[in-house]
């Protein structure tokens, strides 16, 4: 088989490439291997200027270089998509230097590594909460800026995870029913704690509805001298959903249990 004439091009270009950049690791020029860390950010080659800049960050300390090195090697952590990292160097760098020329895009992206590392809403959310908590302080430090609008599209969306958390948990509640205790209550006051955090979640519905399910399969595993209380709060919790979601879509599932609880009561001791 004949190899192309292009690949030993491309294979003298890569051990050329391998070739400098082992010369540039090995120097003991700080100011060529910063020049190097720079041109390699450049062509896109993140993992050789965070091996260079990891180097030469703490020689640079108090020197001219030390913001800019420290703001690249951010950058550097982010586009390989470490977001942990990014996150560390950009903290460091605002901490450092509240005033200084990098500041307030360093304060975004280290929000913004947070956000995009917060995992699924069944996983701990901690991250999510720590880019919550950056994003607001970008928002305070830069009102004015291009990028808060963003910041607070992002926090919003941050917000409406722990608000599905939440969810989760109100409905495993649900789900476990009396299995070891009462987890009917749980599943409400869940519920109930979720709207109040979250007062414009688009869960609420869901949350109302949840409710309402645990009152009546509540009322409905209780004892007959019980029943009538219960069957109460059901008809009550119907109302809460129905004034509050005239035109919801579980409008026809809430009408049952009202109806349901109703005729209970109307035959049931008081």
Do not use: W
Request: charged share 25%; net charge neutral; glycine share 4%.
């Amino acid at each position: 088989m004949r190899v192309k004439p292009v690949y030993f091009l491309l294979l003298a270009v890569l051990l050329a490439s391998c070739g400098e950049y082992n010369k540039i690791l090995k120097s003991t020029d700080k100011d060529v291997k910063y020049t190097y860390a720079k041109k390699y950010f450049e062509e896109g080659k993140y993992s050789r200027s965070i091996t260079l800049l990891e180097e030469l960050v703490p020689f640079f300390k108090g020197t001219a270089k030390a913001e800019e090195s420290l703001y690249l090697l951010g950058q550097s952590y982010y586009n390989s998509k470490d977001y942990l990292s990014a996150t560390e160097m950009f903290s460091t760098y605002y901490n450092t230097y509240p005033k200084g020329e990098y500041a307030e895009p360093a304060l975004f992206y280290a929000a913004y590594g947070l956000y995009l590392d917060s995992p699924d809403a069944k996983l701990d959310q901690t991250k999510t909460y720590k880019a919550i908590v950056e994003f607001q302080r970008y928002m305070e430090e830069y009102p004015q800026s291009e990028r808060s609008e963003q910041a607070k599209n992002y926090m919003f969306e941050l917000q409406e995870k722990l608000a599905h958390k939440e969810l989760l948990a109100a409905q495993l509640y649900l789900n476990l029913g009396n299995y070891m205790g009462n987890n009917y209550e749980s599943a409400v006051i869940t519920a109930r704690e979720a709207m109040k955090s979250y007062p414009f979640s688009k869960y609420n519905e869901e949350y109302q509805m949840i409710i309402l399910r645990a009152r009546f399969e509540y009322a409905e595993r209780s004892t007959l001298g019980t029943q009538p209380g219960r069957y109460r709060m059901v008809l009550d919790e119907y109302f809460n959903y129905k004034n509050t979601f005239p035109n919801g879509k579980y409008m026809s599932e809430a009408d049952k249990y009202y109806k349901k609880a109703q005729s209970k009561i109307d035959v049931l001791p008081s």
